[in-house]
């Protein structure tokens, strides 16, 4: 049965990925980095969804815990409707199939010492057992798709710019033909010429092959170019959730508008006054009580030092956590 733009692919309730802290001779456990702290979201098929935060307020944390890159501290992972937070072994392998991952370097992410077709027919060959000269039509194929030239499929990734590895990267992750992608970062290494190209090369692959993308980025314009929604992380929490135009229009989390104050406007004429933010951004280790973001929020009420405010929603598909509302 073909799935709809309506069906739930991915549905995340109440995750949590926390790290333990040891210390002493013998290691024991002091306390926790609240990487992910009870996060939850649905991805549709065929939708982006772009989470957005500083660095370090637990988006890629998010991103490797759906995938089973680590094990979650706590909640669900529904992936085409099955729970896959217990899942182990084989059936794990399977699923995998249906999720991959373009990671954020590109210089990093591709094995040095393999020619570039072994590197996006290994996927294939890990499944299926076919070996690499049986692929190459299809690797070339591929290569034809994120638009590299077939003399590609014999060089090694320390030949190609970044924008280019980033390229073999994506291929690598449509050779099982997923139908969930995460991508990490993926335009953030880049020079800003190559940025555009790749954000366009990835709309016209989602196109193609159905995909669903969770995009992760720090650059809102960015984000704002490619997501159909967006989700606001501060200190591994979400507290603004809606679709883009929403966002950037009328966004109603204090932390959301100081985001979207920063960036940059050509236009004099059309430029808005910057918030800036008081402060550090507190330990993940130690968060405060109640709401994150009130120790540097000039809006914040004697509740926000106490209670922590859960998601609601304050208009039609337009989700925040926040006090104020």
């Given amino acids: 049965m073909r799935q709809t733009k309506d069906d739930i692919l991915l549905e995340i309730n109440n995750l949590k990925m926390y790290y333990p802290i040891r210390a002493g001779f013998f290691q024991r456990k002091v306390g926790d980095v609240k990487a992910v702290d009870d996060i939850s979201l649905q991805l549709k098929y065929g939708e982006t969804l772009g989470l957005v935060g500083e660095s370090g307020c637990g988006k890629s944390s998010a991103g490797k815990t759906i995938l089973r890159l680590q094990n979650p501290t706590e909640g669900e992972i529904i992936f085409q409707g099955k729970d896959i937070t217990k899942v182990k072994g084989n059936e794990l392998r399977q699923i995998r199939r249906e999720m991959q991952m373009v990671f954020q370097d590109p210089y990093a992410s591709l094995n040095p010492k393999m ?21 190459k039509d299809e690797v070339m194929e591929l290569l034809e798709k994120v638009g590299l030239t077939s003399d590609t499929y014999y060089k090694y990734p320390h030949e190609f710019s970044g924008g280019q590895r980033q390229r073999v990267g994506i291929a690598r992750a449509l050779a099982l033909r997923p139908k969930l992608i995460i991508a990490d970062e993926p335009v953030s290494a880049l020079d800003v010429s190559v940025q555009s190209q790749v954000l366009n090369l990835l709309e016209d692959l ?94 914040a009420l004697p509740e926000c030092k106490e209670v922590r405010p859960l998601m609601k929603e304050v208009k039609p598909g337009h989700q925040v956590a926040c006090h104020l509302y």
């Fill in 115 to 135: 020619m570039v077709g072994d590197i996006i027919s290994e996927p294939i060959r890990n499944y299926t057992g076919q070996k690499s000269k049986d692929l």
């Fill in 206 to 299: 989602q196109e193609e092959f159905n995909l669903t993308y969770l995009f992760i980025a720090h650059n809102l314009s960015v984000v704002k170019h490619v997501s159909d929604r967006i989700g606001v992380m501060y200190l591994g929490r979400i507290v603004e959730l809606t679709d883009k135009n929403s966002l950037y229009e009328e966004p109603l989390h204090p932390y959301t508008q100081a985001l979207l104050s920063a960036i940059p406007i050509p236009d004099p004429k059309k430029r808005k006054e910057r918030i800036v933010l008081e402060g550090d951004v507190p330990s993940p280790a130690n968060p405060p009580l109640g709401c994150a973001f009130h120790p540097r929020c000039k809006h």
